[in-house]
């Protein structure tokens, strides 16, 4: 691990203005990503700012009916909140099926957001890795590429985005509020996460020195309809293979409108909005969920060992629409 | 680089300088002696390096030393009171709920921790949201203890000896 210098913030201008000075500075929030980074040689900063003690660890409703997680709120804390759970319950539940009691008791709003793949080529310095070092080749394009993604992917990158909670945020079309250099600024989250292209090395829109302050619910009244359903290799503490966060609204057995987000297939959550469009105004049927399933992911373009996610990711879309609408009737 | 820092580490007050590049788990233990939490992963994979941080079980590999500064940590060492041993180590030597030994510190932490959720209501990834109460079935003891492994697969003794003392 490189030497480095350690501040506590206490107050968000201040962070901002010390990392932004230091061309090798971080952020540092709970750690179970950036320190795992730091002891494997993925990250080496020179000055860490912990920004996980700012007054940013509140959860609070907005007079215009949205909610604010503050950036700083830890994951346990969110997945547990009262109004989260019965306004937004995919989120909380999107939350517990990620990491463990004792991460999440670390990990906060921030750091999830911007925690990075778990392609192990990337976390592996001894390999080639265009996202950890751009320009040296991908060794997962022709390598061990079971978790990568089946959409949107590009020959210079195949990583999938590993939070569960970034997938509900963007069903729910979540907006991140942002302190950065030149001063504040909302990004919607559809807008935040970028695809590889040819620039892997980047997974977000945000600029050295960019804090995440927090993070804006829309008042959406049919997320207290809502389910995240994640597929993985054990029944707990893993990563998603696939994942989908969605929200319904059924009238008289009629999709009035939905909303759904996949985990675990794209270098960003995907924002399944052909699906969306098909849905809308159809009987809420398995057969209408099918040809939506179907629809959306007709675009994938598998890797020689994840062929089976694309099968997944319809059949787990189908299965958390019918517990939805099931449930609602 | 150093910095001076203050733990309170069962019930004493340490105060030790580290290099930055110090996790919490290696100042306990390398620094300060304290060796109830081990070292399985250092990843975050493992759950044996589990404390209670300022009342609520966390892992200590991943985070540093120097942003605890000034934290109270309760490790599976400082749970008794003096000679009486707290209930859920007592339910762990009662039902048989280890082999090696080597989890169990971060085991009995993590179950400590977890019982302070289950009490305050938080859900789980298995908890029917809606439910008021939280009842610690078996299904439910096993995913919220599912950030601690054994490989000496004592699982279903751990299980038991927790069911126990939720009753
Ligand atoms: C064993 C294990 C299993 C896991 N399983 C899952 C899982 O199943 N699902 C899942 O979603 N996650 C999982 N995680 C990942 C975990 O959720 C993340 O590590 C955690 O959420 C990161 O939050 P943190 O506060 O610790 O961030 P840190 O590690 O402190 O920071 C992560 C990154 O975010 C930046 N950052 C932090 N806060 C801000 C801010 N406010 N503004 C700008 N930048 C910021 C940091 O500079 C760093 O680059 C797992 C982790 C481990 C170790
Ligand atoms: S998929 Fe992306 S992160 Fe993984 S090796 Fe290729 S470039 Fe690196
Ligand atoms: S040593 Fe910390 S989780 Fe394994
Ligand atoms: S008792 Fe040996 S690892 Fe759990």
Redesign the interface.
């Known amino acids: 691990m490189n030497p480095f210098e350690y501040r506590r913030a206490m107050d968000a201008t201040a962070a901002v203005a010390l990392v932004t000075e230091h061309p090798g500075a971080a952020f540092l929030a709970g750690g179970t990503n950036l320190v795992d980074h730091l002891k494997l040689g993925v990250a080496r900063p020179d000055l860490l700012v912990d920004v996980s003690r700012l007054p940013l660890d509140t959860i609070s409703s907005l007079p215009d009916g949205r909610v604010r997680v503050g950036a700083a709120v830890r994951n346990s804390d969110l997945a547990a909140d009262p109004l989260i759970r019965r306004r937004y319950p995919m989120l909380s539940a999107a939350l517990l099926a990620g990491a463990s009691g004792q991460l999440r008791n670390l990990a906060t709003t921030g750091g999830n957001l911007l925690q990075r793949t778990r392609c192990v080529y990337f976390q592996d310095v001894t390999t080639p890795c265009n996202k950890r070092e751009p320009g040296s080749g991908c060794s997962a394009l022709e390598g061990y590429n079971r978790g990568h993604a089946i959409l949107g992917a590009s020959e210079q990158c195949v990583a999938v985005h590993p939070s569960d909670l970034a997938v509900a945020l963007t069903a729910l079309e979540a907006e991140v509020q942002v302190l950065g250099p030149a001063g504040e600024r909302t990004i919607p989250i559809g807008e935040l996460y970028r695809l590889p292209g040819d620039a892997p090395e980047r997974d977000t829109v945000l600029s050295h020195g960019d804090l995440i302050t927090a993070v804006d619910l829309p008042e959406l009244p049919m997320a207290a309809c809502s389910a995240y359903r994640k597929v993985r290799d054990r029944a707990s503490y893993a990563f998603a293979l696939v994942s989908v966060a969605a929200a319904v609204d059924v009238a008289d057995g009629v999709i009035r409108d939905v909303r759904i987000a996949f985990g675990g297939v794209a270098h960003r959550p995907w924002r399944a909005t052909r699906a969306e469009q098909l849905l809308r105004g159809e009987p809420a049927t398995e057969t209408a969920f099918a040809a939506a399933a179907h629809a959306e992911l007709a675009p994938a373009r598998p890797l020689a060992h994840n062929a089976f996610k694309v099968p997944l990711a319809a059949s787990t879309l189908v299965a958390t629409l019918r517990g939805l609408t099931e449930e609602g009737r | ?1 150093d ?1 001076s820092i203050t733990l309170h580490v069962d019930g004493r007050k340490r105060s030790l300088t580290v ?3 110090t ?1 919490l788990l290696d100042a306990l233990r390398e620094r300060l002696g304290v060796t109830a939490p081990k070292k399985g992963c ?3 994979q493992c ?1 044996s390096c ?1 404390v209670l ?1 300022d009342g ?4 200590t590999c ?3 030393a ?2 605890h ?1 000034g934290a109270e940590v309760v490790t599976a060492d400082g749970l008794a009171e003096g000679d009486s041993l707290h209930p859920v180590q007592r339910a762990f030597l009662d039902h048989d709920g280890l082999q090696c030994g080597y989890c169990t510190p971060g085991q009995v932490c ?1 179950a400590v ?2 019982l302070a ?1 289950a009490a ?6 298995v ?1 029917r ?1 809606g439910a008021g109460r939280v009842e610690l079935t078996d299904e439910e003891i ?7 492994l054994c490989r000496c697969g004592a699982y279903p003794n751990i299980v038991a000896a927790i069911r126990e003392v939720a009753r």
């Open positions: 680089m910095e290099d930055t590049r996790t250092d990843h975050g759950g589990t941080l609520r079980r966390a892992t991943l985070t540093l120097v942003a500064d993590s921790g977890m959720e305050a209501g938080w859900p789980s990834h908890t949201d096993r995913e919220r203890m599912s950030g601690n």
